[in-house]
Structure formats: C-alpha cells, structure tokens
C-alpha cells in the first residue's frame, strides 16, 4: 500500500504529466490528466501486437497479472476483485444480481452520480422502492439520516465514497457498521476515492465497490474494477455470464456452475489493451506510495479551500480532512459554467457540477496552479 518513507520529488513527478505544461488542470474528478508511463504502455501493446502477431497481448495470463496488481494496489483480495468496464457496469452488475423484490428498498443520497442512480431507479419499475437520504445545511449526509430510512425491507444502501458534485467523503466503516447491524448491504461507488485515500478497501467493511480507471488510477476509460467481498460473492448471480463466469470452459458438461470468486462477474473477453494499461498506473501509483498520495492531496486542497475563503469565495466542501479528498466545490451562483467556460479559455481547466464551480488537486498539481486559478477566476 505505500512506497519508500521518502517524500517524493513533486516537481519530478509533475513532469512525467504532459498536460500540466499546457493546463492548470483542476480537473481530475472528471478525466485523470495521464503521465507518460500511460502513452509508452498503451504504445507497448501495440507493439506486441504489430510485431509479434498479438501473442501475449491478448494473454489471460496478463490479466490475472492485472487483478493481482489491482489488489495489492488497492488492498484486497485477487479473488475478490473483477475487471469491468467501469463504475457503472460493476454497479449494475450488483444492482441486477443481487435480486431485489417488490416491496424491498434501496437508499441512497441525492448527492449520488447519475451512474450510481439510475442502475437502481430502472428497478422501481419492478417494484423497489428507492428512497432518499437529503443534505444537512453543511451539504453533508449524516449517519442519522440514513438510519432514520432503514427498516426490515432495506436490501441494500448504496453511497459514493466521495461525492462526485460537493465533494463530501462518507464515513464508510460507520456506515457499514449501521447496514450490518440492519442486516442490509452496503455499495459503494469509489470512482473519486480509489487512487486518492490511504485505505485498504478490504479494511472498511463494506460489501462491494466499484471504480473506473480513468481518473484517479491512470488508466484509460474502459477498465475498472469491481470489489465484492467473498462472503457475498456468491449472493450476487450475474446477469450476463460466458465462458470466464464458470469453473469450466467445458460447455458441454452435464451442469455448469458459476465461478466461486469474483470471476464470475467476468464474461466474454476483457479489454486487453485497457487492462495492460491498467497495470501500469497501479505500479506507478505504488511506485509513488498512497500514503504520500493522500498527503499531497490533502496539503494542495487544504491549501486551495483557505485561499478561496481569504479571497471571500463561499466553500461548499466541507473543511475536515476526514469528510473530503480532493475536490473543492464554490458556489458561484448561475453564471458557474460561463465562469468555467471563461476559465477553459484562458487554460484552466475545472468544472461545473450543480451550478457550482468545483476544482480537484491531485499530487500532479502544485501551489501555483492554484494561487494562477484563482488569480484568473478572479478576473472572470
């Protein structure tokens, strides 16, 4: 989970990012800017399959050696992890599988990612109820709020780990703990956690999590993974299955049976290409240490929220570490995306999510990105 006790050369790093010679990229919550390692594997592969007729790139033994980078990487098991497209795909596969009835319910927040919603709204047409867990003042959502929606029907409870929009980080152990205690499961989306937060997934107790590759753990769009705790493994029956879903490719034995493990959300061939890249962002992101990671990030976005607050800007994320990562959300009022377009302009790079401008540092960023974003949004 961590590199060398050595702080890294930041500076070095950052010049292994193409992007930030041209950008102030504050944008890392949407797409990842990619270091080089990224072009050189992606140009690695094709070479393999140019020059040797494709052997060993379209390997499944390249695959596992991904599934065991990812699991180290991130703190789990390999037999617990699937690769899959990304967030969505391995929520729907939870939300399809895990076999729902009518008059059960699924609670999730208003904060949630359109992907981590309607995956679940799709089953109200089949008698689920979806229920809705709103804000505090704080933009916020307390543990009480949740709990005061669980009853004997709730399946399943369903969060981001960070939210996509305000930026708020949900207490997962605490959380997982209530579900339990309920006897409901808890989901998590963890696209804008995972690559950022010093933490094992294995060790916060919750029962399945999936992310995309694309913006905090250097991959390219189409290869992210799954997470599902093996005591659950088996509750969830996939809703599509070929022939990596079973303990044998023999199709024609009398009975065929699912895969034990996290395999069993597998199915026809995987993205060969995405998953070799894949790898190559889990070794660089080890290469660095998550614990140095999370450091930086903490120091770039603490470092950002008071430098807004000084220039009179209205911070919607909260100000504990502990309830953040790395994005920073401001409210601008309804000229937010004239405001980000204005920025794009001058080559800065942030977004507008809920009519509100947010930014996300990641270790690739430095103090003069931010002191020049704001510098610049001051103008505009």
């Known amino acids: 989970m961590t590199a060398s006790e050595k702080a890294p050369d930041w500076d070095a790093i950052r010049k292994l990012f193409p992007a930030t010679n041209d950008f102030v990229y504050l944008d890392g919550a949407n797409k990842g800017a990619l270091p080089k390692c990224v072009g050189e594997a992606t140009q690695d592969w094709l070479r393999i399959v140019y020059d040797k007729a494709g052997i060993g790139a379209f390997s499944m033994?390249?695959?596992?050696?991904?599934?065991?980078?990812?699991?180290?990487?991130?703190g789990a098991s390999?037999?617990?992890?699937?690769?899959v497209k990304n967030t969505s795909e391995g929520i729907n596969i939870l939300a399809q599988g895990i076999g729902l009835k009518p008059g059960e319910n699924v609670i999730l927040s208003r904060g949630e990612h359109e992907n981590n919603t309607f995956p679940w709204r799709h089953l109200e047409g089949r008698g689920v109820e979806v229920r809705w867990v709103?804000?505090?003042?704080?933009?916020?959502?307390?543990?009480?709020?949740?709990?005061k929606l669980i009853d004997s029907n709730t399946r399943?409870?369903?969060?981001?780990?960070?939210?996509?929009?305000?930026?708020?980080?949900?207490?997962?152990?605490?959380?997982?703990?209530?579900?339990?205690s309920r006897d409901a499961l808890l989901f998590v989306d963890g696209v804008q956690g995972v690559g950022i937060l010093n933490e094992r997934i294995d060790d916060l107790g919750v029962d399945a999590l999936s992310a995309g590759g694309h913006k905090a753990m250097f991959?390219?769009?189409?290869?992210g993974f799954l997470y599902v705790r093996k005591e659950i493994i088996s509750q969830i029956d996939p809703p599509y299955a070929a022939k990596f879903s079973f303990t044998s490719n023999d199709r024609m034995k009398e009975k065929v049976k699912l895969a034990a493990d996290a395999h069993r959300f597998e199915y026809g061939n995987p993205n060969y290409l995405g998953t070799f890249v894949q790898r190559r962002g889990c070794e660089f992101i080890k290469s660095i240490g998550l614990n140095h990671i999370e450091d930086r990030v903490k120091e770039l976005s603490t470092f950002l929220i008071e430098s807004a607050l000084q220039r009179g800007y209205k911070i919607r994320t909260p100000r504990g570490w502990h309830q953040r990562a790395g994005i920073v959300s401001m409210d601008m009022g309804k000229d937010a995306q004239v405001i980000a377009d204005s920025l794009a302009e001058q080559k800065i790079r942030v977004s507008c999510k809920d009519s509100?401008?947010?930014?996300?540092v990641h270790f690739y960023n430095n103090e003069d990105d931010i002191v020049r974003y704001l510098d610049i949004l001051g103008t505009v």
Request: negative net charge.
């Open 78 to 83: 390999p037999e617990c992890i699937a690769l």
């Open 134 to 147: 709103e804000e505090d003042k704080n933009y916020i959502y307390p543990l009480e709020a949740y709990e």
């Open 219 to 223: 991959s390219l769009a189409g290869a």
């Open 156 to 180: 399943v409870v369903t969060v981001a780990w960070v939210t996509y929009g305000v930026g708020y980080r949900a207490d997962l152990r605490a959380l997982a703990e209530l579900c339990h």
């Open 356 to 360: 509100h401008l947010r930014a996300t």
């Open 61 to 74: 033994d390249e695959i596992e050696r991904t599934r065991n980078a990812v699991a180290t990487t991130f």
